[in-house]
């Protein structure tokens, strides 16, 4: 029913969200008159609901208690997709709450999506709408320590082998980490505290460097200072063993760990979005109240880019959205179009992502899409381990990012080796990459021997042959000269 109704619309985003403990307050708002300066906290533990998390509204600015009774707001916690997951209304400040398991638990893909909490508060005692983004960002710092097994060979199943990790910051780490393996061959990391008084949360990020120092992400856990914490990898030590020339050089394996926890502090943005003229004249009323506005605005110069991406980091004034099969990315028409022709096309004809206004991608995973979308908005890519770069790779070809996909090609190039480079050919010639191809072509023809007596080739024979005839002529035609 209030649906409908003008009102003012603060949406607030709790970034890093999995550091926040006890109270977290989002940065204090301007709400039309007569109520002023406005503040919305969130408490992961609240004294009056044990089983609950809460939000509050709280009234900043010095006015009337009647004034209190009559703030006709809702409140609610928002998915994804913008929806409403749990939803208050009231004509009192009261609380937002839910339940710890669903929060925590069995929705905890709901409530926190890529990290952040996003909270609305609406306020119908308005006579235009205006919308407020608010953001509290809970600062991180990451820490990296690099540690190796010697003769990696030898180490035996239910054994634990310390890890000895340095820091090139010279930080000493207050965990030792041991790596067991078990009789099966699975690999897994052990991160124990050094002192028992250590509670402060942690997340640890576990890679193994390859032979080039390429990062290979293997493992994921959090600290969370109860007990020791044990990761399981994603890579064997069968599988090292198989490609030792490319992960074990000297029968040494190196592993990577990150580190990261919160700093202690926290950073708060807000920004207002105008739709007329009355809607300034409401805030500028707001201003000659005891509220101090020069805190909200920023002079700092920033770059297009970086306004782009700040409009796509925020969700701000987005029309359409991307939807995958876990996450939903709202966006932009118009860059979509720019950067896409497939885009383009969707949101120029009579297609269903025109009249919806979404964008269905179920063959992409979350992180692919997010770094897509990332570089059409700023034009920049970081650096890629070899599966993100494939992935990449084909977002770019399917929605002919031109651009993108040539950035990807050069990094394919940079990360072929033995076990990759059948399977890098056959990615060339599905999306006709003929530059990308003729580097696969003289790699395998500079290493024949290896190639063609491994796994991976027997397995490409069998289900390429027409293109492994193709291969063997190229070898064949460059061995004679």
């Known amino acids: ?21 006890g109270r977290t307050d989002s940065p204090e708002f301007i709400a039309p008159i007569p109520f002023g300066k406005l503040q ?33 707001c809702e409140l609610s916690f928002l998915d994804c997709d913008e929806s409403v997951l749990v939803e208050f209304v009231t004509v009192n400040v009261d609380a937002l709450t839910a339940k710890r398991e669903e929060f925590y638990l069995s929705k905890k893909d709901q409530f926190i999506c ?37 003769e990696f060979d030898s180490i035996n199943p239910t054994q634990k082998y310390p890890v000895c990790m340095d820091s090139s910051s010279n930080a000493r780490s207050l965990f030792s980490f041991n790596l067991s393996v078990s009789a099966s061959g ?12 250590i509670t402060l949360r942690r ?14 992400k293997c493992g994921l856990g959090k600290f969370l200072g109860e007990k020791p914490l044990r990761i399981s990898l994603t ?21 990577l760990c990150e580190e990261i926890f919160a700093e202690g502090k926290t950073t708060k943005e807000i920004e207002y979005v105008f739709d007329s003229q009355d809607n300034q004249k409401v805030i500028s009323e707001a201003k000659r109240t005891d509220i101090s506005f020069e805190e909200y605005h920023s002079e700092d110069l920033t ?22 099969g876990n996450a939903i990315f709202p966006a932009h028409i118009t860059v979509l179009s720019a950067r896409s022709p497939v885009f383009k096309s969707m949101f120029t004809t009579d297609m269903k992502e025109k ?50 996909k040539h950035r990807c090609s050069n990094l394919l190039k940079q990360k072929i080796f033995i076990p990759n480079c059948c399977d890098i050919l056959f990615l060339a010639e599905k999306h006709q990459d003929n530059d990308l191809k003729r580097v696969a072509h003289d790699y395998i023809t500079k290493n024949d021997e290896e190639v063609f007596f491994s796994d991976e080739w027997k397995n490409f024979e069998k289900d390429h042959p027409q293109l492994a005839i193709e291969v063997f002529r190229s070898v064949y035609i460059q061995k004679k000269k």
């Open 235 to 255: 890579i064997s030590k069968d599988f090292l063993i198989k490609y030792r020339e490319q992960y074990l050089p000297m029968n040494q394996l190196t592993i």
């Open 40 to 72: 919305l906290s969130f408490f992961t533990n609240s004294k009056i609901y044990d089983d609950c998390v809460a939000c509050y509204i709280d009234i900043k600015s010095k006015a009337p208690e009647s004034l209190q009774c009559r703030l006709n």
């Open 203 to 216: 997340i640890f990020n576990i890679f193994i460097l390859d032979k080039c120092k390429d990062k290979v």
């Open 355 to 404: 009249t919806n206004h979404c964008v269905d991608i179920d063959d992409l995973d979350d992180d692919t899409v997010s770094r897509m979308l990332l570089f059409m908005y700023s034009d920049s890519l970081d650096d890629l381990e070899y599966e993100s770069a494939k992935n990449l790779y084909y977002a770019a070809d399917k929605y002919n990012i031109v651009s993108l």
């Open 114 to 150: 890529n990290y952040t909490l996003t909270i609305r508060c609406r306020i119908w005692n308005s006579e235009e709408s205006i919308s407020c983004f608010g953001e509290t960002r809970i600062e991180t710092e990451c820490k990296t320590y690099i540690g190796t097994i010697k």
């Open 1 to 21: 029913m209030t649906e409908n109704r003008e009102c003012f619309t603060f949406i607030w985003k709790i970034k890093n969200f999995g550091f926040c403990d």
């Open 303 to 324: 770059s297009l880019k970086d306004d782009l991406i700040s409009m796509f980091r925020g969700s701000i004034l987005c029309d359409t959205k991307i939807k995958t």
């Open 186 to 197: 699975k690999l897994d990391i052990e991160v124990s505290p050094t002192k028992s008084e």
